[in-house]
């Protein structure tokens, strides 16, 4: 069965950065992206970024431009999300997600079908 | 603020059916997918193109589009239901997924 299981929670004090890992089992790791999405206390859900576990490519969200690096390690089926000069309103739960795509139609859709279980990074001095 | 709006609160008698919409100008060039998310736990895909359920999602769950609007309809609503449900699809250039708000669901 298809699982994400995310590094455990962080805290980092104000300008640090934290990296969270999210290795994937039970499909081919290197057929699909993996998106980034946070949650802040409380709030929505926030959309971060794309990384394609094929070639590397990314895609970031772009207010985060400059701050965030995703990457990959095929050999061990993981991800990575790196979050740089932490503020205190990225405190949030961070999730990895595998993304896929759906045509039909004459209409494309894009989903995330499977999550990690989060991971809580508090940014607090 | 979100280029998909969703109300952030509706509630339903239990047994009784819901609408749960989406609006966005994406909408009208790409499917939404429709996550349903309890407390302290990881969102769960529920619907996603033109009205698929993933295996494991029950059939009182289903999707539907018009327009600028997506819906996800939950038909006999159970008390498990209760729950905020998340809108997603493409922002106005289609390069970028973006959530809706939220809506938080209340089971009477």
């Known amino acids: 069965q298809v699982q994400l299981v995310q590094s455990g929670a962080e805290v980092k004090k104000p300008g640090a950065s934290v990296k969270v890992s999210c290795k994937a089992s039970?499909?081919?790791?290197?057929?699909?992206?993996i998106s980034w999405v946070r949650q802040a206390p409380g709030q929505g859900l926030e959309w971060m970024g794309w990384?394609?576990?094929?070639?590397?490519?990314?895609n970031y969200a772009q207010k985060l431009q400059g701050r965030v690096t995703m990457t990959t390690d095929t050999s061990t089926s993981t991800a990575y999300m790196e979050l740089r000069s932490l503020r205190s309103d990225d405190t949030a739960v961070y999730y990895c997600?595998?993304?896929?795509?759906?045509?039909?139609?004459?209409?494309?859709?894009?989903?995330?079908?499977?999550w990690g279980q989060g991971t809580l990074v508090t940014v607090s001095s | 603020s979100s280029e998909l709006t969703q109300d952030p609160a509706v509630s339903v008698a239990l047994g009784q059916t819901v609408r749960i919409t989406c609006q966005g100008d994406?909408?009208?060039?790409?499917?939404a997918s429709w996550y349903q998310q309890k407390p302290g736990q990881a969102p769960v895909l529920v619907i996603y193109?033109?009205?698929n359920r993933p295996s494991g999602i029950p059939d009182r769950f289903s999707g539907s589009s018009s327009g600028n609007t997506a819906s996800l309809t939950i038909t006999g609503a159970q008390a498990e239901d209760e729950a905020d449900y998340y809108c997603?699809?493409?922002?106005?250039?289609?390069?970028?997924?973006?959530f809706g708000g939220g809506t938080k669901l209340t089971v009477l």
């Open positions: 997600a595998r993304d896929e795509a759906y045509y039909g139609s004459g209409n494309f859709g894009y989903y995330f079908d499977y």
């Open positions: 997603n699809s493409r922002d106005s250039s289609g390069n970028h997924p973006v």
């Open positions: 990384i394609s576990a094929y070639n590397g490519n990314t």
């Open positions: 193109g033109k009205n």
């Open positions: 994406s909408l009208r060039s790409y499917y």
């Open positions: 039970g499909y081919t790791f290197t057929s699909y992206g």
